[in-house]
């Protein structure tokens, strides 16, 4: 069964970039940091949050929704996608997922994170 994961940042153009880019994952897309909240409280599994750092004022940041995440389930896996500059941010929440954002290297941290798809189709051996 593919990995869950929840991708989350108010750039709508890059939120579906980077879904696309995970085709074959099962991934829930959201713009709105509150709303991927309620879908972090209701789903049965999830293997990873990726977040964007900062969202319009009123709405939690990043870290706060990873720290909210990651309190609700302990086994959640974090990429904060943040400028260089904003690393430290993603200290004991996650790993720096760094703007701009290479979409090969996307694929390629998932992976390293919480495995591919076809690894999770392949029959026991």
């Known amino acids: 069964?593919?990995?869950?994961?929840?991708?989350?940042?108010?750039?709508?153009?890059?939120?579906?970039?980077?879904?696309?880019?995970?085709a074959g994952y099962d991934v829930a897309a959201f713009d709105n940091p509150m709303t991927a909240l309620a879908a972090l409280q209701s789903a049965k599994l999830i293997d990873l949050l990726i977040t964007g750092l900062r969202f319009p004022a009123g709405?939690?940041?990043?870290?706060?929704?990873?720290?909210?995440?990651t309190r609700m389930r302990p086994l959640v896996k974090v990429l904060i996608a943040a400028p260089p500059e904003d690393a430290h941010h993603?200290?004991?929440?996650?790993?720096?997922?760094?703007?701009?954002?290479?979409?090969?290297?996307?694929?390629?941290?998932?992976?390293?994170?919480?495995?591919?798809?076809?690894a999770r189709r392949q029959p026991p051996g």
């Open 90 to 118: 993603a200290d004991d929440v996650g790993e720096l997922l760094p703007y701009p954002i290479d979409l090969p290297y996307l694929v390629t941290i998932v992976r390293g994170l919480i495995g591919g798809p076809e």
């Open 59 to 69: 709405q939690p940041n990043g870290v706060s929704l990873a720290l909210m995440a």
């Open 1 to 22: 069964m593919p990995a869950r994961i929840v991708l989350v940042h108010d750039d709508v153009e890059l939120l579906q970039s980077m879904k696309v880019a995970l």
